[in-house]
């Protein structure tokens, strides 16, 4: 009985070895053997799909990924203006910041605000907010003032030469946009702009001591215009022309969307060493016995005349702490 449970487990075994084998196709060679073993053992490679990243973005679908730092001028114990100045431009500049925010983070923008609420903070303070932002532009809000009333009109400041684009966008849409006068770009070393390492702007939105413009500054539809205007500066900023052109006068649509367009590089007025009449402050006269006393000074020694130099420097240095 043991014997014949023996051959019957060969015979079922070689029944199931010769379906195994039959299921394969013979090798006609070694070398077919070896190539077929290989094959087995190599894993197969997956089907590549292609991904979402490998089919074309529509054209105008990505947002920018530049950070925008707003930067609401004044602030705190810093009211803006001059004295007796009715309007105060620490608080027309921090509205129309926040809304310059809402609608660039409409946008898709990554927006940093050096202020966002009724504080002091200092020039160099602002400046470090926006110089830790390597892919980066800084926009400055601020409002004009001058003993002279009948001064009015838009202005945009630039310093380095790599802001002057953005000047030009800011100003082409905000001057357009406006009922008051273009005043025009102006290059100036005020010092959140020629202390920042990104492409850096001022724009002043008229003046809070004109009667007529501070009464426009005080609507809520105007300060959301200025910010609309801005915004579609920011927007446009990299299809500026490299060939001035004329300003624009036709207002800019109302819509909170807008098509790209060309914009004029604009002329600007280099004010490095040269002041506006309109915005020399009275404060800033001096009298002939001082200008005498000054030029006393300077006819001493050396030592005297450095001295002397280090204690403007450090005077402007001090001014440039209240500067706009």
């Known amino acids: 009985m043991r014997k014949f449970s023996s051959v019957f487990t060969l015979a079922v075994a070689g029944v199931f070895w010769t379906n195994s084998v039959l299921a394969l196709p ?34 105008g679908a990505a947002r920018p990924s530049t950070v925008v730092v707003i930067d609401a001028g004044h602030g705190g114990h810093d009211r803006g203006g001059i004295a007796g100045q009715r309007v105060s431009e620490k608080n027309m500049t921090l509205d129309v910041a ?3 925010r809402a609608i660039l983070q409409g946008y898709g923008y990554r927006t940093v605000m050096t202020r966002d609420s009724d504080v002091f903070i200092p020039l160099g303070t602002r400046v470090a907010i926006a110089n830790s932002y390597s892919d980066a532009i800084f926009v400055c809000i601020h409002f004009n003032a001058t003993p002279r009333r009948a001064a009015s009109g838009i202005e945009t400041y630039f310093y380095s030469s790599q802001s002057l684009a953005l000047a030009s966008a800011i ?42 413009e501070a009464q426009y500054a005080q609507n809520d539809g105007y300060r959301q215009k200025l910010a609309l205007e801005i915004a579609h500066g920011i927007q446009n900023r990299t ?28 002329p600007f007025i280099d004010q ?17 016995k001082s200008a005498s006393s000054r030029r006393k000074k300077s006819s001493g020694s050396d030592s005297d005349s450095g001295s002397t130099t280090k204690k403007s420097r450090k ?10």
Do not use: M, W
């Open 239 to 266: 299809s500026v022309s490299h060939i001035p052109g004329a300003n624009r006068v036709v207002s800019s649509s109302s819509s909170s969307e807008l098509e790209p367009e060309t914009v004029p590089l604009q």
């Open 315 to 324: 005077k402007r240095s001090s001014s440039a702490q209240t500067e706009d």
């Open 272 to 288: 490095t060493h040269y002041r506006d009449p309109d915005l020399r402050s009275s404060k800033r006269k001096r009298s002939s």
């Open 98 to 100: 926040q809304r310059l």
């Open 171 to 212: 100003h082409y849409y905000v001057a357009g946009g406006a009922p008051s006068a273009n005043r025009g770009v102006r290059r100036r070393g005020f010092y959140v702009l020629r202390n920042t390492r990104i492409p850096s702007v001022l724009v002043e939105c008229g003046f809070l001591t004109n009667p007529t």
């Open 26 to 59: 013979a090798p006609s060679s070694l070398k077919a053997r070896e190539d077929r073993d290989l094959a087995e053992s190599t894993p197969k490679p997956r089907r590549q799909t292609q991904t979402r990243a490998a089919v074309p973005a529509r054209e």
